[in-house]
């Protein structure tokens, strides 16, 4: 059954309780209802409660739309109506308590995952494992996140065992789709074999005794509903069937669409439909009907020309246009971030949260993590939906723990003290003292001053005292409240000497974090997690939004003057506002919703996260299905992008909630997922081709924030404001091991101050500074203190009898610098493979006598790394050689040294030269019909990463041999600067989507894309077509290059990945220029010195990681 809907339906108003006879409905009096067309928003919800509230003088029930939820609390506080809230799920139980039924053993339905992992995990049941991948890495990943999901549901070893135990098949022809409902239905069958209820038959149940209630609902308000259901329709009924008026919220449909075109008012419509005929068949009244229309709206054009375009592909593409930003990043953190930005940008300027709506499809724990976020960021609106934190035992606990200290002498305190976890007593000395308090009555003092004199009687009667039960209870008394004294002694000291609301926050956060609480409850919670996943999962939910409410205290009070007792009350207050669950974060005014909750909704601002191929659509992987044939229960991970009822119904869902924005949409994706390489949806490609796109993912901006706030954390390091802003980011990154990484991080920034050495000693240190490789000045970039060891003090690498990357790569460069001349020589081409393979093998005999102190020829291992160095070699000069075949770019200079023998010369900004060094790897020359001589640089790399050659990494001095090396070309051989690259000297695994069919032609096209070199191509047509012979201009069409990096749409036009690669002349000059500028700052800075320990991320990874001076630097490893 589908929840959706189940936490927004209703406002209903009751005039009195079963069996009084002002409950009983005026049999005469018509039925009113009246249906009213809108968006689901707060203005709508508020329009239409005015028809109601204006006569509205007794006791009301409301139960409302969670769409606008927040405003719609005010806005009935504000009025001064008595309210009491209630959820959809709550409604069965509100029915009960009227009929005077107690609500008892109903199952917990969560989460539909849940109830399926339940039947999964029944040892008598039989499933097949089906992966949508023959590839049997991705079977066992797949099998893996099915196994994690049962544990995390409480599936134990035992039962883990028996699931392994079935039979386990990677096949995607064996997968069918079959709807969930099938496994439901599995499922409540189980359930009533047990003699327990569903929440969905205790629900229908209580909608037939509701009908059968001598009760008046009075006047009713539904809102917008989220889906439509068939429980939900026989509640709604029933409550209707009771009510004198009714206004209904119907879904207002986008401009300019129909709603047989759409599956959800399709839904809505037969829902009413069929609402108003069981209405009037079972009410013995007459029943009014009318509608009131929706009001017309304006918005951007560009919008408007989006929903069309949306709707039909036909329609004009839209303009670019302010109100439409299309955002690609790295990662969904820099998503997510850049997201929280905007949305704090948009509030700053004076919109309204509730104007706000943030959706897209299940990315994961987006909800929580973005509203971290924006938290942080100061909009303090995030709750938990369900019970309000004052009613929660972590809240009790610290309640009552600050009632106590402040009332030491009231046993009713230390009792609701000590109902709770976290206090650090032994379960003999917790009950020690609850015997004492019920024995001895309220007055704890009192109740110990009577224990005594009861000791000394004894003692004076002459009884052996030592042995009497007094003396005992008075000993075990005396110990539990020194022990109790003890562990809250810290607190207690902090709470006298508190003079502000910010000081009791901190003198609570310290009592929690180092004190006995969290200790204790981390047991209780470790215990529940194989015990009772749902009270481990309440227990995380309220100690985060207890903390965070502590925070928010600290933020948004701090600095005001406060007693206990005020600060207590404060506490009090804030928490009967503050909501929690078992069931996930929401967010209290920017609305959050999944994309197909968010179709109804009217917002001023969408934005639409998750815009990626791996996103929308998307369901969860692996899924659960049952076979309805055979009755076997499946477990399968398939690939449902294949199904395009999923997949069309997700992309109405994502056109809908545009549709139904009136200013402007955000649109984001990220391209990494971990290992996985992603892309725009489908439903979103032809917009990127049109419209600009905020290009993010050149750099990783999560990663830059999180060291950042590392730097800032650590300079307010013995500032008062430390502790403020320490909070704010157990806020933004929650109290987890990431949290702890980020203390730890800016810990580590103490042990980077190497400082600078003195220009006298620099000038001795690096007398030859006027001439230096681009490779040092790359090594200086990427860490001045390992440029320091090795430059300056001469420090060399610890030599070990291994085969490393770096030796594998030299062993590749020579054996291309030698075969290449010859090759080039004597007229080879790639087609020559037994001149080359000759060639190759002749050579590398040759220079394997002298590699690495004969590491090769030692045996063992080393014969599999001969095997396939040699093999690495041979592909390597397959790929140079083929390049070379389809290209008019001849080389003209093989293993090329920059300037004389003093090296290439150039100027410093004051005057002063310097010679640059280097050998590039491969110039090549091509000469235009009109006689202009364009030259390019290539720069072999044989690692396994791609190098990243870029704006970035050129103006931060990682990447400067390909620019350095062009411009020395051009300057010595009077040539055009046509293209720069880093040329991979390996071959690639080649990857496949889930859907693909590894046709020839399809592993033709990814193999060349895998070949291409990175970096920069002059956007010339004569220089691509030179460049690759096989690219027309003037014949559009797919084209992949096997050289270059350069592709193309079927229209001919770059696609988006490559585009970046092309640049002008002007462009290509500007990057010349950034890395001559980086070159001359990077001397300047050697000779003054400069040498801390600062590295910089190459690839993302840190040189920390395999620098062999970190021991040496006092810096402590950060990445």
């Known amino acids: 059954m589908n929840n959706a809907g189940f936490g927004d339906i209703l406002i209903v108003k009751?005039?009195?309780?079963?069996?009084?006879?002002?409950?009983?409905?005026?049999?005469?009096?018509?039925?009113?209802?009246t249906f009213v067309t809108g968006p689901a928003s707060a203005g709508f919800a508020e329009t239409l409660m005015d028809h109601m509230t204006r006569s509205i003088t007794t006791d009301q029930l409301f139960i409302i739309s969670s769409h606008a939820y927040s405003e719609m609390q005010t806005m009935l506080t504000s009025r001064h109506l008595p309210c009491r809230l209630l959820t959809r799920q709550q409604i069965p139980g509100w029915i009960a308590q009227k009929a005077g039924i107690e609500e008892t053993d109903v199952a917990d339905e969560h989460s539909r995952i849940r109830i399926l992992e339940e039947i999964l995990a029944d040892p008598d049941m039989d499933f097949q494992f089906l992966s949508y991948s023959d590839h049997p890495e991705t079977a066992a990943r797949d099998l893996g996140t099915l196994i994690g999901r049962l544990q995390k549901s409480g599936v134990g070893s035992e039962q883990l065992r028996e699931i392994l135990k079935r039979k386990f098949v990677s096949s995607a022809s064996k997968a069918r789709f079959h709807d969930l409902l099938t496994v439901l239905k599995a499922y409540l069958a189980v359930l009533r074999k047990q003699g327990r209820l569903s929440r969905e038959d205790f629900a229908l149940d209580m909608a037939g005794i509701l009908t059968r209630l001598n009760l008046n609902t009075g006047s009713v308000f539904t809102g917008v509903l989220d889906d439509y259901d068939y429980v939900t329709r026989k509640l709604l009924a029933a409550i209707l069937l009771k009510a004198d008026t009714v206004y209904a919220a119907l879904p207002q449909m986008p401009p300019g669409r129909e709603k047989q075109a759409n599956a959800h008012y399709r839904r809505a419509a037969a829902f009413y439909r069929d609402l108003v005929r069981e209405?009037?068949?079972?009410?013995?009244?007459?029943?009014?009907?009318?509608?009131?229309?929706?009001?017309?709206?304006?918005?951007?054009?560009?919008?408007?020309?989006?929903s069309r375009w949306l709707e039909d592909s036909a329609n004009p593409m839209p303009a670019d246009d302010e109100s439409i930003r299309l955002v690609q990043c790295l990662t969904m953190d820099d998503e997510l971030l850049l997201a929280a930005g905007a949305i704090s940008e948009l509030v700053t300027k004076g919109v309204s949260p509730s104007d706000i709506l943030v959706t897209g499809a299940s990315i994961g724990n987006w909800h929580d993590r973005l509203s971290r976020l924006l938290a942080a960021g100061g909009l303090d609106s995030v709750y938990y939906q369900g019970d309000t934190l004052a009613r929660s035992s972590i809240f009790g606990y610290f309640s009552s723990l600050l009632g106590w200290l402040e009332h030491s002498s009231d046993s009713a305190f230390l009792s609701r003290l000590l109902q709770y976890q976290g206090l650090g007593l032994t379960e003999s000395e917790r009950q020690t003292l609850q015997r004492f308090i019920q024995a001895q009555g309220p007055d704890i003092e009192g109740g110990l001053k009577r224990l005594q004199e009861m000791w000394e009687a004894e003692r004076n009667s002459g009884a052996d005292i030592h042995r009497s039960d007094t003396d005992q209870e008075l000993k075990d008394v005396t110990t539990a409240l020194a022990h109790l004294n003890h562990l809250t002694g810290g607190l207690r000291y902090q709470l006298d000497h508190a003079q502000t609301t910010g000081d009791f926050c901190t003198a609570i956060l310290d009592h929690a974090q180092h004190g006995t609480f969290l200790p204790s409850m981390q047991a209780v919670w470790e215990k529940a997690k194989t015990e009772d996943v749902s009270l481990a999962n309440s227990l995380e939910q309220q100690w985060k939004?207890?903390?965070?409410?502590?925070?928010?205290?600290?933020?948004?009070?701090?600095?005001?003057?406060?007693?206990?007792?005020?600060?207590?009350?404060?506490?009090?207050?804030?928490?009967?506002?503050?909501?929690?669950?078992?069931?996930?974060?929401?967010?209290?005014?920017?609305?959050?919703?999944?994309?197909?909750?968010?179709?109804?909704?009217?917002?001023?601002?969408?934005?639409?996260?998750?815009?990626?191929?791996?996103?929308?659509?998307?369901?969860?992987?692996?899924?659960?299905?049952?076979?309805?044939?055979?009755?076997?229960?499946?477990?399968?991970?398939?690939?449902?992008?294949?199904?395009?009822?999923?997949?069309?119904?997700?992309?109405?869902?994502?056109?809908?909630?545009?549709?139904?924005?009136?200013?402007?949409?955000?649109?984001?994706?990220?391209?990494?997922?971990?290992?996985?390489?992603?892309?725009?949806?489908?439903?979103?490609?032809?917009?990127?081709?049109?419209?600009?796109?905020?290009?993010?993912?050149?750099?990783?901006?999560?990663?830059?924030?999180?060291?950042?706030?590392?730097?800032?954390?650590?300079?307010?390091?013995?500032?008062?404001?430390?502790?403020?802003?320490?909070?704010?980011?157990?806020?933004?990154?929650?109290?987890?091991?990431?949290?702890?990484?980020?203390?730890?991080?800016?810990?580590?920034?103490?042990?980077?101050?190497?400082?600078?050495?003195?220009?006298?000693?620099?000038?001795?240190?690096?007398?030859?500074?006027?001439?230096?490789?681009?490779?040092?000045?790359?090594?200086?970039?990427?860490?001045?203190?390992?440029?320091?060891?090795?430059?300056?003090?001469?420090?060399?690498?610890?030599?070990?009898?291994?085969?490393?990357?770096?030796?594998?790569?030299?062993?590749?460069?020579?054996?291309?610098?030698?075969?290449?001349?010859?090759?080039?020589?004597?007229?080879?081409?790639?087609?020559?493979?037994?001149?080359?393979?000759?060639?190759?093998?002749?050579?590398?005999?040759?220079?394997?006598?002298?590699?690495?102190?004969?590491?090769?020829?030692?045996?063992?291992?080393?014969?599999?790394?001969?095997?396939?160095?040699?093999?690495?070699?041979?592909?390597?000069?397959?790929?140079?050689?083929?390049?070379?075949?389809?290209?008019?770019?001849?080389?003209?200079?093989?293993?090329?040294?920059?300037?004389?023998?003093?090296?290439?010369?150039?100027?410093?900004?004051?005057?002063?030269?310097?010679?640059?060094?280097?050998?590039?790897?491969?110039?090549?020359?091509?000469?235009?019909?009109?006689?202009?001589?364009?030259?390019?640089?290539?720069?072999?790399?044989?690692?396994?990463?791609?190098?990243?050659?870029?704006?970035?990494?050129?103006?931060?001095?990682?990447?400067?041999?390909?620019?350095?090396?062009?411009?020395?070309?051009?300057?010595?051989?009077?040539?055009?600067?046509?293209?720069?690259?880093?040329?991979?000297?390996?071959?690639?695994?080649?990857?496949?989507?889930?859907?693909?069919?590894?046709?020839?032609?399809?592993?033709?096209?990814?193999?060349?894309?895998?070949?291409?070199?990175?970096?920069?191509?002059?956007?010339?047509?004569?220089?691509?077509?030179?460049?690759?012979?096989?690219?027309?201009?003037?014949?559009?069409?797919?084209?992949?290059?096997?050289?270059?990096?350069?592709?193309?749409?079927?229209?001919?036009?770059?696609?988006?990945?490559?585009?970046?690669?092309?640049?002008?002349?002007?462009?290509?000059?500007?990057?010349?220029?950034?890395a001559v500028t980086k070159c001359q700052e990077t001397i300047a800075a050697i000779q003054a010195g400069d040498m801390k320990a600062d590295p910089q991320k190459d690839d993302g990874k840190s040189p920390c990681t395999w620098c062999p001076f970190r021991t040496a630097c006092h810096r402590r490893q950060t990445s």
Request: with cysteine; aromatic share 8%; proline share 4%.
């Open 279 to 306: 209405i009037r068949i079972a009410a013995d009244r007459p029943v009014n009907i009318q509608y009131i229309p929706a009001q017309e709206t304006t918005r951007p054009s560009a919008l408007d020309a989006l």
């Open 545 to 1074: 939004a207890f903390n965070r409410m502590i925070l928010q205290l600290q933020r948004s009070f701090g600095s005001e003057a406060s007693s206990l007792d005020e600060f207590r009350t404060l506490m009090d207050q804030t928490a009967d506002e503050v909501i929690v669950t078992t069931q996930g974060q929401r967010q209290l005014s920017v609305q959050m919703e999944p994309l197909h909750s968010a179709r109804t909704i009217h917002c001023r601002h969408l934005f639409l996260l998750g815009a990626g191929s791996d996103e929308i659509p998307v369901l969860p992987n692996p899924a659960f299905l049952t076979d309805q044939e055979t009755g076997i229960l499946i477990a399968a991970g398939i690939d449902f992008r294949n199904n395009r009822d999923w997949a069309d119904e997700s992309a109405s869902d994502a056109s809908t909630a545009i549709a139904n924005t009136g200013e402007s949409v955000w649109i984001s994706w990220h391209i990494r997922n971990q290992d996985q390489e992603l892309e725009p949806a489908a439903l979103f490609k032809p917009l990127i081709q049109s419209l600009t796109v905020d290009d993010r993912s050149d750099r990783n901006v999560a990663e830059d924030e999180f060291l950042q706030d590392s730097i800032r954390l650590q300079s307010l390091k013995g500032t008062p404001e430390y502790e403020q802003f320490s909070g704010i980011l157990q806020m933004k990154y929650g109290s987890s091991e990431r949290y702890a990484g980020l203390l730890e991080k800016a810990d580590a920034w103490i042990h980077q101050e190497f400082g600078t050495v003195d220009k006298t000693a620099a000038a001795s240190l690096f007398a030859d500074t006027d001439r230096l490789s681009v490779t040092s000045l790359e090594s200086y970039n990427q860490c001045p203190f390992r440029f320091f060891m090795q430059r300056g003090v001469k420090a060399k690498d610890p030599k070990t009898f291994e085969e490393t990357s770096a030796d594998r790569g030299s062993f590749l460069h020579a054996v291309l610098s030698e075969c290449l001349p010859i090759a080039v020589r004597n007229g080879l081409r790639s087609q020559d493979t037994e001149a080359l393979r000759s060639l190759l093998e002749e050579t590398a005999s040759r220079l394997l006598t002298t590699h690495n102190r004969r590491i090769l020829e030692s045996g063992g291992l080393m014969e599999y790394e001969k095997t396939a160095l040699l093999q690495a070699a041979a592909e390597s000069l397959d790929l140079v050689m083929k390049q070379g075949d389809s290209s008019e770019f001849k080389p003209e200079w093989l293993e090329y040294s920059i300037g004389d023998r003093h090296g290439f010369p150039m100027t410093l900004p004051d005057g002063r030269r310097f010679y640059l060094t280097g050998i590039a790897d491969r110039a090549d020359v091509w000469t235009a019909s009109d006689g202009t001589r364009y030259g390019r640089v290539i720069d072999y790399k044989s690692g396994r990463d791609r190098k990243a050659l870029n704006r970035d990494t050129i103006e931060s001095g990682l990447k400067l041999q390909p620019p350095l090396y062009l411009h020395a070309l051009a300057q010595e051989k009077n040539l055009q600067p046509a293209g720069m690259y880093y040329d991979r000297l390996k071959t690639e695994v080649l990857k496949l989507k889930a859907d693909q069919t590894p046709a020839s032609s399809l592993l033709d096209e990814k193999r060349r894309s895998t070949r291409q070199m990175t970096g920069y191509t002059l956007a010339d047509p004569k220089i691509l077509e030179a460049s690759d012979t096989g690219y027309d201009p003037d014949s559009p069409g797919l084209f992949v290059s096997g050289s270059i990096p350069l592709s193309t749409t079927t229209k001919g036009a770059p696609k988006a990945a490559c585009a970046r690669s092309l640049v002008s002349s002007e462009e290509m000059s500007e990057l010349i220029a950034l």
């Open 14 to 33: 009751t005039s009195a309780v079963s069996g009084s006879a002002e409950d009983t409905m005026n049999q005469t009096k018509p039925l009113s209802i």
